[in-house]
């Protein structure tokens, strides 16, 4: 894999990740999910790609600053996923502990045989 090749895909990753953000902050997690996959399979291809010639100093920053990018949005992802994911937590809490108590209700009033 060419230096070119390596940037692109962690510029691929940015957009990526960018998208992300915007699908985030809209609250559209099926957009979300499906950009979530993409990703992933882009980073997967360069963790298996490797470069073949090493990155000169203006690649090496321009690699570095595509991770921090990478790494802020993921970052803004999380603070907005992280309530929502304790909030619907506590939904399906609250769902289970309440068919529970349902069915303890239920075999209560059922009559024995």
Known sequence: MSVQDTLSLYAA?????DQMLD???QHDWERLALLEAECAERIRSVSLGTCDEPLMEP???????HIKKILD???EIR????PWMVKLSGL???N????????TYQQ????SR
Do not use: G, W, Y
Request: aromatic share 2%; glycine share 0%; proline share 3%.
């Open 96 to 103: 289970a502990a309440n068919r529970q108590m349902f069915d």
């Open 13 to 17: 990753v940015v957009e990526i990740t």
């Open 79 to 82: 603070n907005i996923i992280d």
């Open 23 to 25: 699908a985030a902050k």
């Open 108 to 111: 209560l009033i059922r009559p």
């Open 73 to 75: 949005s993921d970052r």
């Open 92 to 94: 399906l809490s609250n």
């Open 59 to 65: 690649e090496q920053k321009l690699k570095v600053a």
